[in-house]
Protein backbone atom coordinates (compact mmCIF):
# COMPACT_ATOMS: atom_id res chain seq x y z
CA UNK A 1 0.00 0.00 0.00
CA UNK A 2 0.66 3.67 -0.26
CA UNK A 3 -0.09 5.88 2.31
CA UNK A 4 -0.25 9.80 0.88
CA UNK A 5 -1.16 12.49 3.38
CA UNK A 6 -1.51 16.06 2.22
CA UNK A 7 -1.04 19.55 4.00
CA UNK A 8 -1.05 23.08 2.81
CA UNK A 9 -4.50 23.87 2.33
CA UNK A 10 -6.54 26.85 4.31
CA UNK A 11 -8.21 30.21 3.69
CA UNK A 12 -6.92 32.76 1.13
CA UNK A 13 -8.30 35.39 -0.93
CA UNK A 14 -8.79 35.57 -4.24
CA UNK A 15 -5.86 36.35 -6.37
CA UNK A 16 -3.79 35.02 -3.46
CA UNK A 17 -1.51 31.74 -3.71
CA UNK A 18 -1.52 28.75 -1.76
CA UNK A 19 1.36 25.52 -2.13
CA UNK A 20 -0.16 22.00 -1.31
CA UNK A 21 1.66 19.13 -0.47
CA UNK A 22 1.38 15.37 -0.39
CA UNK A 23 4.23 13.40 0.84
CA UNK A 24 4.15 9.32 -0.42
CA UNK A 25 5.23 6.40 1.91
CA UNK A 26 4.92 3.00 1.67
CA UNK A 27 5.23 0.70 -1.21
CA UNK A 28 6.24 3.68 -3.59
CA UNK A 29 8.50 1.68 -5.62
CA UNK A 30 5.51 0.74 -8.07
CA UNK A 31 4.15 4.45 -8.51
CA UNK A 32 3.53 5.43 -12.28
CA UNK A 33 2.43 9.15 -11.82
CA UNK A 34 1.05 11.48 -9.00
CA UNK A 35 -1.10 14.19 -9.46
CA UNK A 36 -4.17 16.15 -8.30
CA UNK A 37 -7.86 15.80 -7.95
CA UNK A 38 -10.72 18.63 -6.49
CA UNK A 39 -14.14 17.93 -5.53
CA UNK A 40 -16.20 21.11 -4.59
CA UNK A 41 -19.37 21.05 -2.84
CA UNK A 42 -22.05 19.66 -4.33
CA UNK A 43 -19.84 18.62 -7.73
CA UNK A 44 -18.28 15.53 -9.28
CA UNK A 45 -14.27 15.17 -8.20
CA UNK A 46 -12.57 16.88 -10.57
CA UNK A 47 -8.91 16.05 -11.92
CA UNK A 48 -6.48 18.87 -11.42
CA UNK A 49 -2.97 17.80 -12.41
CA UNK A 50 -0.76 14.53 -12.85
CA UNK A 51 3.46 14.56 -12.59
CA UNK A 52 5.07 11.55 -13.96
CA UNK A 53 7.75 9.24 -13.01
CA UNK A 54 9.76 10.77 -15.99
CA UNK A 55 8.48 14.51 -14.83
CA UNK A 56 6.09 15.23 -17.76
CA UNK A 57 3.49 17.06 -16.52
CA UNK A 58 -0.11 17.96 -17.56
CA UNK A 59 -3.01 20.02 -16.08
CA UNK A 60 -6.76 21.08 -16.31
CA UNK A 61 -7.53 23.55 -18.67
CA UNK A 62 -9.35 25.54 -15.57
CA UNK A 63 -6.11 25.45 -14.11
CA UNK A 64 -3.44 25.68 -17.16
CA UNK A 65 -1.15 28.83 -16.43
CA UNK A 66 -1.62 29.59 -12.63
CA UNK A 67 -1.16 25.74 -11.10
CA UNK A 68 1.85 24.73 -11.19
CA UNK A 69 2.89 20.76 -10.29
CA UNK A 70 6.10 19.70 -9.11
CA UNK A 71 7.92 16.87 -7.20
CA UNK A 72 11.09 15.98 -5.14
CA UNK A 73 11.94 12.54 -4.82
CA UNK A 74 14.41 12.98 -2.28
CA UNK A 75 11.37 13.81 0.18
CA UNK A 76 8.63 11.56 -2.00
CA UNK A 77 6.60 14.62 -2.20
CA UNK A 78 4.41 15.93 -4.74
CA UNK A 79 3.47 20.01 -5.01
CA UNK A 80 0.66 21.97 -6.04
CA UNK A 81 1.76 25.41 -6.54
CA UNK A 82 -1.66 27.70 -6.93
CA UNK A 83 -1.44 30.88 -8.16
CA UNK A 84 -4.11 33.51 -9.11
CA UNK A 85 -7.07 31.47 -6.84
CA UNK A 86 -10.77 31.98 -7.86
CA UNK A 87 -13.44 31.50 -5.63
CA UNK A 88 -13.87 28.88 -7.98
CA UNK A 89 -11.13 26.83 -6.57
CA UNK A 90 -12.53 26.48 -3.53
CA UNK A 91 -12.76 22.66 -3.22
CA UNK A 92 -11.25 19.71 -1.49
CA UNK A 93 -7.95 18.66 -2.50
CA UNK A 94 -7.20 15.10 -3.26
CA UNK A 95 -3.64 13.76 -3.73
CA UNK A 96 -3.30 10.62 -5.64
CA UNK A 97 -1.16 7.99 -6.66
CA UNK A 98 -1.35 5.91 -9.89
CA UNK A 99 0.37 2.34 -9.67
CA UNK A 100 0.73 -0.47 -11.68
CA UNK A 101 -2.90 -1.93 -10.69
CA UNK A 102 -4.38 0.52 -8.63
CA UNK A 103 -4.17 4.21 -7.51
CA UNK A 104 -3.81 5.15 -3.84
CA UNK A 105 -6.05 8.23 -2.61
CA UNK A 106 -4.67 10.62 0.09
CA UNK A 107 -7.56 12.01 2.92
CA UNK A 108 -7.39 15.58 1.13
CA UNK A 109 -6.96 18.78 2.37
CA UNK A 110 -9.06 22.17 2.24
CA UNK A 111 -9.02 24.70 -0.34
CA UNK A 112 -11.58 28.06 0.43
CA UNK A 113 -11.32 31.34 -1.93
CA UNK A 114 -13.01 34.01 -0.56
CA UNK A 115 -13.99 36.74 -3.02
Known amino acids: QVQLVESGGGLVQAGGSLRLSCVAS????????MGWFRQAPGKEREWVAIITSNGSTNYADSVKGRFTISRDNAKNTVYLQMNSLKSEDTAVYYCYAARLVLTNWGQGTQVTVSS
Open 26 to 33: GSIFDINA
